[in-house]
């Protein structure tokens, strides 16, 4: 089946840390991967997405690298501020599904 | 333009009991779909709607789950009777169109309490 492993959080750093939140996926089909992101209150938000392997997703400092070989689209961002403190979800959709599939979610927390 | 809303953004209510939440999509979104995370695990597909159409219902748990979008619009989810492991948050999405090319637009939850 379709599914999305995040690394077990939660994830406490310091601002302008180096941020780095691994997924790796399982696909039956040749999926599109995304990163959704939750702040406080708030709903899930598209964070960055990549449809094709090798393909690089980014938004607001954060970067993530379509992975084939590796089945991994791991997010990335040089250097967190207290504002990213958020919860990160990862999540997949196969080429021509309708529906996402997620991981279970990292939470991070960025101290000033 | 509005985004998605949900009504309430938290429920309380006992074992037994029935609630029903309700989810607005961005206006002119024909595709509605229900996603539901439980006791902070992944957040998974519930089902999903065309129009009014279920087009697909899935992931949807059990008969204790119903939901509708009459007229196309605005849709609700009932769960009835509500059991403990019900508890979690309910996030409804929509679309402009079929969810491979188009983004889903999330909506802030509807956190749902049975005790």
């Known amino acids: 089946g379709n599914s999305v492993t995040q690394m077990e959080g939660p994830v406490t750093l310091s601002e302008e840390a180096f941020l780095t939140i691994n997924c790796t996926y399982t696909?039956?089909?040749?999926?599109?991967l995304f990163w959704y992101v939750q702040y406080p209150g708030e709903g899930l938000q598209l964070l960055l997405k990549?449809?094709?392997?090798?393909d690089k997703g980014s938004n607001k400092g954060f970067e993530a690298t379509y992975r084939k070989e590796t089945t991994s689209f791991h997010l990335e961002k040089g250097s967190v501020q207290v504002s990213d403190s958020a919860v990160y979800f990862c999540?997949?959709?196969?080429?021509?599904?309708?529906?996402?599939?997620f991981g279970q979610g990292t939470r991070l927390t960025i101290n000033p | 333009e509005a985004g998605v809303t949900q009504f309430p953004s938290h429920s309380v209510i006992e074992k037994g009991q029935t609630v029903t939440l309700r989810c607005d999509p961005i206006?002119?979104?024909?595709?509605l779909y229900w996603y539901r995370r439980v006791m902070g695990k992944e957040i998974k597909f519930l089902l999903h709607?065309?129009?009014?159409?279920?087009?697909?219902e899935s992931g949807m748990p059990n008969n204790r789950f119903l939901a509708e979008r009459t007229g196309g619009t605005y849709s609700t989810l009932k769960v009835q009777p509500a059991e403990l492991e019900d508890s979690g948050v309910y996030f409804c999405?929509?679309?402009?169109?079929?969810?491979?090319?188009?983004?889903?637009?999330f909506g802030p939850g509807t956190r749902l309490t049975v005790t």
């Open positions: 206006s002119g979104h024909d595709n």
């Open positions: 990549a449809t094709k392997a090798d």
């Open positions: 696909a039956t089909g040749y999926p599109s």
């Open positions: 999405a929509s679309s402009q169109d079929q969810a491979w090319t188009y983004e889903q637009y």
């Open positions: 709607f065309v129009k009014e159409s279920k087009q697909d």
């Open positions: 999540a997949l959709i196969i080429q021509g599904a309708q529906k996402l599939v």
